[in-house]
């Protein structure tokens, strides 16, 4: 049983910030690198950061580089998503997974930016 569950996300203002979580489950998250991806209406799922296995390494889309931070607390078998200054272009529904892996995919969470 692997399972992905991503919460945090709602409504905000262009500006505002938002922290998103992905609970792990089935598997242990610590031995692998994870990601955020996220998916538009009408647009193709695309990488917003990734990190690596102990945390020490990180890497941000062009899109969001300065604005989010990605964070894992592998005690917790969770990853984080701190995101600032959000822009109306960030809204999506934001998920969680492992790259060089993939399990399934759990609901996402949607994060709305907007005035």
């Known amino acids: 049983q692997v399972q992905l569950v991503e919460s945090g996300g709602g409504l905000v203002q262009p500006g505002g910030s938002l922290r998103l979580s992905c609970a792990a489950s089935?598997?242990?998250?610590?031995?692998?690198?994870m990601s955020w991806y996220r998916q538009a209406p009408g647009k193709e799922r695309e990488l917003v950061a990734s990190i690596g296995s102990a945390g020490g390494s990180t890497n941000y889309a062009d899109s969001v580089t300065g604005r989010f931070t990605i964070s894992r607390d592998n005690a917790k078998n969770t990853i984080y998503l701190q995101m600032n200054s959000l822009k109306p272009e960030d809204t999506a529904v934001y998920y969680c997974n492992a790259p060089h892996f993939f399990f399934s995919w759990g609901q996402g969470t949607q994060v709305t930016v907007s005035s």
């Open positions: 089935g598997f242990t998250l610590s031995i692998y690198v």
